[in-house]
Nanobody, 120 residues
């Protein structure tokens, strides 16, 4: 089984920045495609960003394009989400995910989530 543990999210003001990280353990191979989802109050969980197994491909949801950057360090089994120019609508619980195959599929492993709160 793969376990995913997110760093603490935190509080930011509109226009500010935060970085999330997620460490994976219990992996059965050297690396995985990984990504982030989020769920805001009163909304369904939605896709945020994903990165391929070796980092060659990335995908972002339209609301975060140009503001968020996903990256990974396979040597540390860690994926990151750099969030810049934060907006109040970014407030959500953010979930780290990992995929057994391509990130075009549904995630196979989920973290427990971490809260990001952006104030105006």
């Amino acid at each position: 089984q793969v376990q995913l543990v997110e760093s603490e999210g935190g509080l930011a003001q509109a226009g500010g920045s935060l970085r999330l990280s997620c460490a994976a353990s219990g992996r059965t191979r050297s690396s995985y495609a990984m990504g982030w989802f989020r769920q805001a109050p009163g909304k369904e969980r939605e896709f945020v960003a994903a990165i391929s197994r070796f980092g060659g491909s990335k995908n972002y949801a339209d609301p975060v394009k140009g503001r968020f950057t996903i990256s990974k360090d396979n040597a540390k089994n860690t994926v990151y989400l750099q969030m810049n120019n934060l907006k109040p609508e970014d407030t959500a619980v953010y979930y780290c995910v990992a995929y057994s195959g391509s990130y075009v599929s549904s995630p196979d492993y989920w973290g427990k989530g971490t809260l990001v709160n952006v104030s105006s």
